[in-house]
C-alpha cells in the first residue's frame, strides 16, 4: 500500500507533470471508483490543474476554471497504483477486467491511469469543492512530517490512546499517513515492541519513538525523490528494513525477524531490537519455521 512517502513523491512527481496542464477528460473506468456525482466529472474537463497536493495518504489535484475551484481527491487504496502514460494509449479504454480504474486524459495527448490490482476494489476519487467534504480528509490527524509536529503534540496525541502503539501509528485521525508497512519500520528504528499499549510509552521512550518517526519517514521521502512513478514500488521495497522481511537477518543485531500475521494483515519486528528477544506466539510463523 502507497503510504505518505510514496504519495508524497508522487506528489512531486505530478506537481512538475500536471501543473499548468489542461485536463481533456476524466474516465472512470471500474465501477464505483468515483465517490461523488456533484460537481459532475465534466466540470474539470478543458479546465487547468493549478496545484497537486497531499492529505495523508490522499492525492488533491487542484483545478482552476469558470467553476471555481475544484478538487479530484485520490486515494489509492491498499493496491492501488498511478501509472504516468505519455502518450496515452489511443482509443478509449474498455470497461473490463482489468486493473485500470479510472483514466485522466491531458489536452497534450499524455495523462495518467489509476490501475487497482487484486479483487477487492478500495480505490476512492472525489471531485469536490472542498477537501474536507471528503470524510476520510476530515477526519485526519495532523501530518507527521510538518514544521509543527513537535514531540509534545506526539506525546499528548498518544497519551490519549487507549490501544497498542502498532495500531496508533496506523490510526489516520490519530496521524496522518502511516500504515502497516511504515509504522513496522518505525517501532522497529525506535525499538519499541508494537503490542506496548500507547500511553504506557515513558516520556524517553516516546521521543525515541518521535525521532525514529520523523528519520524513518524523511529518509523513505528523499529515498523517493526525484523518483518516476514507475520506480517507486521497488524504491519502497528496497528501503524497508523489517516489513515484508521475514526470516531474514535484522540489519541491526542479526536476530531473525519474525512476524505475526492476523485475517487481513501481518506485523514484522525484530525481537531481539523490540521485545526483550521474546517471540510473539504466531501459528503461521511456528510453521514455518518447524
Ligand atoms: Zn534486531
Known sequence: MPELPEVEALRVFLDAHLVGKEIARVLPVAISVLKTYDPPLGAVEGVEVTAVGRHGKFLDLTTGGPAG??????????????????????????????????????????????????????????????????????????????????????????????????????????????????????LHAAGTSPFKPARNLTPEETATLYTALRTTLREAVERSHGLAAGRLKAEKKSGLRVHGRTGEPCPVCGDTIREVSFSDSSLHYCPTCQTGGKVLADRRMSRLLK
Open 69 to 186: 475551484e475544484l478538487h479530484l481527491l485520490v486515494h489509492l487504496a491498499r493496491a492501488g497504483w498511478l501509472r504516468w502514460q505519455d502518450p496515452l494509449p489511443p482509443g478509449p479504454p474498455g470497461p473490463g477486467k482489468g486493473p485500470l480504474a479510472l483514466r485522466t486524459a491531458l489536452t497534450g495527448g499524455d495523462g495518467f491511469d489509476l490501475t487497482e490490482a487484486g479483487t477487492t476494489k478500495r480505490l476512492a476519487v472525489h471531485l469536490v469543492r472542498d477537501p474536507q467534504e471528503v470524510p476520510g480528509v476530515a477526519r485526519l490527524g495532523p501530518d507527521p512530517l510538518a514544521e509543527d509536529f513537535g514531540p509534545e503534540r506526539f506525546a499528548a496525541l498518544l497519551a490519549g490512546e487507549r490501544g497498542r502503539i502498532k495500531g496508533a501509528l496506523r490510526d489516520q485521525s490519530l496521524i496522518a499517513g502511516i500504515g502497516n508497512a511504515y509504522s513496522d519500520e518505525i
